[in-house]
């Protein structure tokens, strides 16, 4: 299947690692140009000059720790340059713990980088995915949004309300020829993955390869996913072919999530 995405401008956060970067790769080569945004000039630099095409894409510093910031520079940006056709929200998520020992401060930061610049985001986008008939906004959530995870407090709590808020917006706007739905990535070989490996090692007694194996056992295709697996299915609802699916939560997961 070809999914043609030539002419077709993406905002992709969180674009300098993981599951971001392997999104931004795989929209380049189906034709789109690419923005980036996340907190590292440099490593923006990088991966865009890594991109096909490298000049025709670009990238925007900001920090999703302040709404108003990012909301500033991402005018300042279309005013210059032009809007979106694509908007992939992603953000490293919250530390890990139990909800019971979670900090107020911890919720109101992961609350502030995953929802509200998800609403800022969405916001100063839509207008011309409005006027260009066409719009996808994919949010890169969590499988906690269906079965919540042991040890992931703050993590479970926000990425609901995230799934929540864009199930509404994406009946609000579906009229206008405007997609939005949630992809649900499981285990993915990230570097925070390996960062609650190492946190669940350290608390456990267990070695690191250990926990590893432990968590693989749990997945029916007993192995982690690579983020450009998880890509696939953005790159997917972000295309034409998927015009007639709105509001899902889709688990790429290797079957982990056991509710339907």
């Known amino acids: 299947m070809n999914f043609n995405l030539k002419n077709k401008y993406a905002l992709v956060c969180g674009g300098t690692a993981g599951i971001g970067k392997a999104t931004a790769f ?10 980036l945004v996340a907190r590292n000039e440099e490593k923006l630099k990088h991966v865009c000059s890594e991109l096909p095409n490298p ?13 108003t910031d990012l909301k500033t520079k991402l005018d300042i940006f279309i005013a210059a340059n032009h809007g979106f056709h694509i908007l992939v929200n992603n953000t490293g998520g919250p530390a890990a713990g139990p909800i019971f020992t979670a900090t107020l401060n911890a919720f109101e930061l992961a609350f502030t980088q995953h929802l509200k610049c998800n609403h800022v985001l969405a916001q100063t986008v839509v207008p011309f995915m409005k006027d260009a008939k066409f719009g996808r906004i994919i949010n890169i959530i969590s499988t906690s949004v269906k079965q919540p995870l042991d040890g992931l ?7 609901g309300a995230v799934a929540s808020w864009s199930k509404t917006l994406s009946n609000e706007v579906a009229k206008f020829g405007i997609t939005i739905n949630n992809v649900l990535p499981g285990a993915t070989a990230t570097d925070r993955l390996f960062d609650i490996l190492k946190d669940t090692a350290d608390k456990s007694g267990l070695t690191e390869e250990e926990v590893a194996e432990n968590l693989k056992q749990s997945i029916p295709v007993n192995r982690f996913a690579a983020p450009e697996e998880i890509a ?19 688990p790429v997961d290797g079957g982990r999530t056991k509710s339907l």
């Open 26 to 35: 795989l929209l380049a080569e189906e034709g789109a140009t690419i923005t």
């Open 153 to 159: 407090g703050v993590s479970n709590t926000i990425r």
């Open 55 to 67: 000049e025709l894409h670009s990238y925007i510093v900001a920090d999703f720790s302040n709404p």
């Open 232 to 250: 696939n299915a953005i790159v997917f609802l972000a295309s034409e072919q998927a015009a007639y699916i709105n509001g899902i939560n889709l």
